[in-house]
């Protein structure tokens, strides 16, 4: 586990890099709450810790990469989280899932829940990353 502090005119970034693996879901999404809540926006941590899980628990179904990082960004009144994994061939994009489905509905809660969301990719296909912003006090 790799963990890493920048910061600048009141922008603080935290990186953390994990293995791609079903335990590392648990590390992040703590990670992420602890990193939300002390940085003064305790009341998305939650939200937070959710999608986070949503989409790093995505990147271990739907990625062979070895190490999934994540990046959270304090930035005054919001806070964004962007999950970097290995493949960058296809972008996911929301779904609803049927009622029965027992998975799925991971992007959609990512779209429904935060302020703004997106996925970027690197040059040459070589990586991808989803992202989402929370604000206090709602969208």
């Known amino acids: 586990m790799d963990v ?3 910061g600048r005119s009141g922008v603080r970034s935290y990186r953390l ?5 079903p335990d590392s879901v648990r590390v992040v999404r703590d990670h992420v709450a602890v990193v939300v809540a002390h940085g003064g926006l305790g009341e998305v941590a939650d939200t937070a810790r959710l999608l986070v899980s949503e989409l790093v628990t995505n990147t271990w179904r739907h990625t ?3 190490l999934v990082t994540v990046i959270t960004t304090l930035r005054g009144d919001r806070v964004t989280v962007s999950v970097h994994d290995g493949s960058g061939a296809a972008l996911p994009t929301p779904r609803e899932a049927p ?3 027992g ?3 991971g992007l959609w809660l990512v779209h429904t ?3 703004a969301w997106g996925v970027s990719r690197g040059s040459g ?3 991808k990353s989803v992202w989402f ?3 206090r006090g709602g969208r």
Request: aromatic fraction near 4%; glycine fraction near 8%.
């Open 4 to 6: 890493a502090v920048r």
């Open 17 to 21: 890099t994990v293995p791609n693996a």
């Open 64 to 66: 062979t990469g070895p």
């Open 99 to 101: 009622p029965e489905a």
């Open 103 to 105: 998975s799925g509905r």
């Open 113 to 115: 829940m935060a302020s």
């Open 125 to 127: 296909q070589c990586w």
């Open 133 to 135: 912003e929370l604000r």
